[in-house]
């Protein structure tokens, strides 16, 4: 090696070209020049004695020997990080920031809209929404590219931390004029009809299967499909029922001629969990962020109770 010493702020480049695998995104995540992050790219091949990277195609591809380095050097650069950032505090109408966020295609429908209304006061505060690999979000939050996942509870390691958000009944969705509207589901109505199983497996049971199995019972599965949105759709069309999570079936409703049956007992509610790295546990700006996640949820929470209330009072 060239020296003995190494500039903090060249792991910290190090570590950014890593997560971006581009000197472009790298330079705009720190807010400098592409050659000054080439010739910091430089110095620390010329410190360690080995191109660090490689190009393939648009990537920038880390060699064994930066795999290894940053194993052992990002848990102490995220305590470093951790430890300077506690002592700032996060103003979200001064600061510029991307937040990166992990949900899945319902969640997206039910918390993206109320987080950006929540947000719209704070104008240089930007959302990144992407949908992974449940696999895949350990590591991501792990190296900084993704702030938060929302998600099912998921089985985790203890460098993981979560909380849950809300808890969300499920309900059934059936179109308008269906010979079931009108009424609370038994268990009778519900495994006599035909459904809809939204999964992005190709096999294997939904969450309302395994509690019906746990009963003994099995119901009829006619169309297994992706999404929800292509689901309602179907259902609209058919004598189908789709069972799903009430915040967003209450979307669906307001804008289509379906209507939300009240589920025969038995059926399980989802625990709705933020997921976070503990390493930025302390880190103001996902403090904040966290804030309003947990508002958003409340304000969800509180729209659909209201909505089941009505409901009830109209249909006694």
Not at 33 to 61: E, I, K, W
Not at 238 to 251: F, H, I, N, V
Not at 275 to 293: G, M, T
Request: with cysteine; aromatic share 6%.
């Amino acid at each position: 090696m060239a020296s003995n010493r190494l500039d903090l702020n060249l792991l910290h480049v190090f570590d950014t070209i890593y997560r971006e695998g581009s000197l472009t995104r790298a330079a705009r995540a720190l807010h400098l020049t592409q050659p000054a992050v080439s010739h910091s790219l430089a110095r620390l091949r010329d410190h360690f004695d080995d191109p660090l990277f490689s190009r393939q195609g648009n990537r920038m591809v880390p060699t064994p020997l930066a795999r290894r380095f940053v194993e052992s050097m990002r848990p102490g650069l995220n305590q470093i990080h951790s430890a300077v950032n506690q002592f700032h505090a996060f103003d979200p109408t001064s600061h510029r920031k991307t937040f990166a966020l992990a949900l899945r295609d319902v969640l997206e429908s039910t918390f993206l809209p109320r987080l950006v209304m929540q947000l719209n006061h704070f104008p240089d505060i930007e959302i990144n929404s992407q949908r992974i690999a449940r696999r895949d979000m350990e590591s991501l939050l792990a190296a900084g590219k993704l702030d938060f996942a929302v998600d099912v509870l998921l089985p985790i390691s203890d460098q993981t931390a979560h909380e849950r958000l809300r808890k969300d009944r499920l309900v059934v969705m059936a179109r308008k004029d269906h010979p079931l509207a009108g009424r609370d589901l038994t268990m009778d109505d519900y495994l006599a009809a035909r459904h809809i199983l939204v999964s992005s497996r190709t096999e294997g049971p939904g969450i309302e299967d395994f509690e019906l199995s746990r009963l003994g019972l099995q119901r009829r599965i006619r169309l297994r499909c992706q999404h929800f949105y292509a689901a309602c759709q179907v259902v609209e069309m058919s004598d189908l029922l789709l069972t799903m999570p009430e915040g967003y079936a209450r979307q669906i409703v307001e804008h289509s001629d379906t209507c939300i049956l009240n589920p025969p007992e038995g059926l399980p509610e989802v625990d709705v969990h933020l997921y976070w790295h503990r390493a930025y546990a302390k880190e103001p700006a996902l403090l904040w962020l966290k804030e309003q996640f947990h508002r958003v949820a409340a304000e969800g929470k509180a729209k659909d109770q209201r909505a089941s209330s009505s409901e009830h009072a109209d249909n006694p």
